[in-house]
């Protein structure tokens, strides 16, 4: 590094993450996997990572540590990641039920993308993993946060990414304009690299 | 826990649903940049961290093929059970989300190929226990003999083998499951950790 700043024109500047003032949680039955997450996060600049090995002692750490994010694996002992999910996102809780979830896993079947949806999970994360990828969901959720849908039978972030106006599937929700939330543009100011 | 007045959430509410915005406590972690120095991105720092640990991949891989092997020895001492069948898959698909992560990006198509083996067989004890060995031994093998300069082509050659003959199973043990085996068959639609 030979310290030379680069100065960008005024008004235009990149949104960065500052990963000191984040707390994490990261939750995979594989130490090398949870090893490699933790050498990124702290690569980001993360200073508090928490882990856990399993779906119980992920809960755990969860209620305990308060983290401001969850990075779980799906497939788990005692409970997978799915379930630890569906514990998380319990409305009214103690906790915090609106906790970012990034599902990171093996899995990448459509089943199973509908099924991590469905359950509540934030974001999906198909391994193999980068540090790029990892670090563009973690900045989507940090700087593009969804609204939360509370339904009878759903809980968790607003599945609806697209505000498409040419949808013409069938409409679920019903009472009001008020059905369809643009996303905030922050996002589409933010880059990973230069 | 107590939250402070002005971080509960705003809730909007709607016939058969409510619709929930709570304060983004993320939001301090946001920091805008108009000035940026070589040598502080963060996905430069973190890509350079990996590479620090790449040196300790290889017994990580070794170690996942003796797990696996291992979950295949319990499969042929005592059969198909919950608990030798999960731990057989679990082996298989650790392998196939990480070999790329660890270098062994070719390895990965044959672990995938017996997690769909035993995902999508709909009776566990009629599989085939040559078809697992050859898929155990196949991987093995291809680590085993990565640093050979023919790998990735011997791997291709290996895999593209065990695909055919695991489709044919899968085929054929899923045949009165029309359904359920165009489902099984459709590509994968989540981004990877590469995207």
Redesign the interface.
Known sequence: MNGRAIVRPSGCCMIRIDFHRLRFVVIDDNAHMRRIIRTLLHGFGAREVHEAEDGATGLEAFTHHLPDIVITDWAMPIFDGLELTQMIRQPGSNGNPFVPIIMLTGHSEKKRVIAARDAGVTEFLAKPLSAKALYQRILNVVANPRPFIKTKTYFGPDRRRNTNGNYNGPERRKGGKAEVFAQAPLIDKAKVTD | ?VRPKNDR?NT?I?????????P???????????????????????????SK?SSEFTS?MS??CDRLDAARNAVKTFGFGKKTLDEL??AA??I???????GY?AV?PAAESL?RVLEYSPEASRIPLPLIDQHVDAIRAIVREYARPDAEQIAHALTKKLWEVSEEFLTAANKDRPDYLA??L?P????????
């Open positions: 826990m959430p909007a709607y016939d058969d649903h409510e619709v929930i915005t709570p983004n406590r993320l939001v301090k972690a946001i920091k805008k940049v108009t000035v940026t120095v070589p040598g502080d991105d963060p996905v430069e720092r973190a890509e350079t961290a990996l640990l990580w170690a996942e898959f679990h698909h650790d196939k989300g990480d070999a790329s992560t660890f990006a990965a997690c489902g099984i459709s994968p639609i989540a981004p990877n950790g590469n995207s």
